[in-house]
């Protein structure tokens, strides 16, 4: 079977680079790509940023507009490896402060953890700030047209037009 080569996430990880360059505009301080080791596992942040006292740890999704139930779940498992890296740092570390953070580039993405849902609920209890960040047009044109292109409602053919 040929994989959709219209399905690449090449866009939005650049964009999502360029997101968490923006909060770490914001917040003053530098995050990178991490991976935390917590027990025997490892969890892969896409921020993290740690000095004397404080740590950092974010995750970026750069989709726009309204979100399907399987691109929901996305953000709800981000949810749950923040929440786990907050939990296992401050049980290690009672004295430090994690600041945990979901950046989003669209306000209409970002409702999925809106209003009074249980994804608002357990990202507020987890003590994760939910952000939106603001892009330039043509790198928001750029992750639309992506989008567009990854529909697999789309063949191949049709998304190269």
């Not at 680079?17 to 596992?41: C, F, H, N, V």
Request: some cysteine; glycine content about 6%.
């Amino acid at each position: 079977m040929k994989k959709r080569t219209a399905s690449s996430s090449e866009v939005q990880q650049l964009a999502e680079q360029l997101m968490l360059s923006e909060l770490s505009g914001q917040l003053g301080k530098t995050l990178a790509k991490a991976t935390i080791p917590i027990g025997r596992a490892k969890v892969h942040v896409d921020g993290f940023y740690r000095e004397d006292g404080l740590v950092i740890v974010a995750e970026a999704w750069a989709h726009l507009g309204k979100v399907k139930a399987a691109q929901r779940n996305k953000v709800l498992a981000d949810i749950l490896n923040l929440g786990l890296v907050n939990s296992a740092l401050k049980r290690s570390h009672q004295n430090l402060i994690v600041e945990s953070y979901l950046v989003f580039a669209d306000n209409v993405a970002a409702t999925v953890v809106g209003g009074n849902s249980w994804a608002a609920l357990a990202a507020k209890e987890c003590g994760i700030s939910v952000r939106v960040v603001v892009l330039a047009t043509d790198i928001l044109d750029t992750i639309r047209e992506a989008q567009r292109r990854q529909d697999i409602r789309i063949s191949d053919e049709e998304s190269d037009l």
